[in-house]
């Protein structure tokens, strides 16, 4: 997959299939669109062009907001990859490029440098200064661009349309199992080892505590879960508490994990993939370190049981 992170250093193409969007999880509905795209293409024999951006718009354009996203780029491009893409354009969007109108990052930008027979977007995609771009002014423009316009439905389920926000929301609550069957992949992200105080070995319960790679990287509820780390090759499953362990008045905000079967002396200062499997429990204050092994030994015990289950699914 050729991927381009300047505009200017695209080679010019012809006849593309081609969509456009932030893709912000590329979760089920984003994967439907990018599917057709790369089906499209195939069948034409063209290549298929997915044009994206970096940071996320609400970013630049809502600073105030603090916007979390469901996914780092780097995450992005590994799944677009999977899925078959052939080329990807990821636009630097600043405050200078958000004054773009559509129609100018349509000739400007789209037809210039990818020449589209084909145009494939969501239901509900939107482009441009304003958002004044969508499915029905790609259309009005399609005769000077000579390109043939597509719109994608929403992918729902249980009378529910998917959605970054509505994905984002169940996450904040804490229910990541139902996030990432609507995701279509296992919700975690890229994290950094980092050292704490080393309450895990007291316990018996040694842990590795993390901080996200991407400062904007959206978090689980606080909490305990049924997790697993990926390191290299290898995949360690364990449990993980997101919270300010209560039983000690800690004021800290911590993340750490701990995994069966896996020493965790030379972790320090690595990168890793932590996913988020189920939420098993609220964390809560215990009247005793000896209360609070005794859960920790059922949450282990619960954990073990359910590895199976996600190794039939690997």
Not at 242 to 256: L, S
Request: glycine share 6%; charged share 30%.
């Amino acid at each position: 997959m050729d991927v381009y992170r300047r505009i200017e250093d695209v080679q010019p193409m012809k006849n593309t299939v081609l969509t456009i969007g932030s893709f912000d999880g590329l979760h089920r509905g984003h994967q439907e669109v990018i599917h057709e795209v790369v089906t499209t293409a195939r069948a034409l024999e063209k290549k298929s062009v997915v044009v994206t951006f970096d940071p996320h718009p609400k970013h630049v354009l809502m600073p105030q907001d603090s916007f979390e996203v469901l996914m780092h780029v780097e995450k992005k491009l590994e799944l677009l990859e999977f899925i078959g893409v052939d080329t990807v354009l990821v636009i630097p969007f600043d405050y200078k490029f958000s004054q773009t109108s559509a129609e100018n990052f349509l000739q400007d930008v789209l037809i210039k440098y990818f020449n589209p027979s084909h145009i494939i977007v969501g239901y509900d995609h939107r482009f441009g200064h304003n958002r004044e771009g969508d499915s029905e002014f790609l259309s009005m423009h399609r005769e000077k661009g000579r390109y043939e316009v597509e719109v994608v439905a929403g992918v729902g389920d249980q009378d529910v349309i998917l959605s970054s926000t509505r994905i984002r929301n169940l996450i904040r609550d804490g229910h990541v199992r139902r996030a990432s069957f609507e995701l279509g992949w296992q919700f975690g992200f890229e994290v950094i080892v980092v050292r704490g105080a080393g309450r895990g070995h007291s316990l018996n319960f040694p842990t590795a505590n993390f901080v996200p790679e991407n400062e904007a990287q959206l978090l689980p509820k606080t909490g305990v879960y049924f997790a697993r780390a990926l390191i290299e090759d290898d995949i360690y499953y364990g449990m993980c508490n997101i919270g300010f362990r209560p039983t000690f008045g800690e004021n800290d905000f911590v993340m750490e994990i701990h995994m069966f079967d896996c020493h965790l002396d030379d972790l320090y200062g690595e990168t890793m993939e932590v996913q988020f499997l189920e939420r098993i429990r609220d964390e809560r204050k215990f009247d005793s370190t000896d209360d609070l092994k005794e859960q920790l030994e059922r949450d282990r015990r619960f954990c073990a049981s359910r590895i199976n289950l996600y190794k039939e699914e690997e």
